[in-house]
């Protein structure tokens, strides 16, 4: 089993698995305290219908980069896997689709943005969106808006990632939006540590 701990908004702890332990952030400022160098793509080149592609390569930008492309999600797949963009975001050109990013610049740890259902005409609609990570984390959520953020920070590199959207008494598009790609902040070496002991022993003496 697979252990992640959420944090922000939630806090609370699911479960997970003994290989990795991944974080969930629900809000973007504490997501961005642990991250060091990143990648943003915001889509801001993108409008609706204006790219029917198999794959869209972002980056690289700080040593980061992807490949999107779709996969046979929860509704089984389309068998066409055409990408399309909405008006500022990534989604499918199926329903049946979902997005996946596969990485393939420098090792990424942590990934994080806006994830949710869009409608036909390119626009967030309530319903269940599913995270999808290369360790086999599954982190289902109801996002509240197309805004709502969703931060993932891993112990070990995340190979790839999924969003899915699947349909329920509507059809479904998966959307993402406000994409981040990055590493994490360093943690202090026991060498700093022992330095930093010391140096408060130094002061005591004084």
């Known amino acids: 089993m697979k252990a992640f701990v959420c944090t922000g908004l939630m806090g609370v702890m699911l479960s997970a698995g003994a290989a990795s332990a991944v974080d969930v952030y629900t809000d973007e400022g504490a997501f961005l305290a642990q991250v060091d160098t990143f990648y943003l793509e915001d889509f801001d080149w993108a409008f609706y219908g204006g790219y029917t592609e198999l794959t869209w390569d972002g980056g690289p930008v700080n040593g980061y980069a992807y490949t999107l492309s779709c996969f046979a999600g929860a509704d089984g797949g389309s068998g066409d896997f055409l990408l399309w963009t909405n008006d500022g975001a ?3 050109n199926s ?9 393939t610049g420098d090792p990424v740890y942590a990934v994080g943005g806006w994830f949710y259902a869009s409608d036909f005409n390119g626009f967030y609609q309530p319903g269940e969106t599913i995270i999808g990570l290369a360790d086999g984390t599954s982190y289902p959520f109801m996002p509240g808006n197309g805004t709502d953020f969703r931060g993932f920070v891993s112990d070990i590199p995340i190979a790839w990632m999924t969003v899915d959207a699947p349909d329920g008494a509507a059809l479904a598009w998966p959307a993402m939006d406000h994409f981040y790609v990055g590493n994490l902040i360093p943690a202090p070496t026991t060498a700093a540590l022992f330095g ?3 140096l408060t022993t130094l002061r005591r003496r004084r």
């Open 90 to 92: 990534m989604s499918t």
């Open 95 to 103: 329903a049946l689709d979902g997005i996946r990013a596969d990485f």
């Open 196 to 198: 930093l002991a010391g």
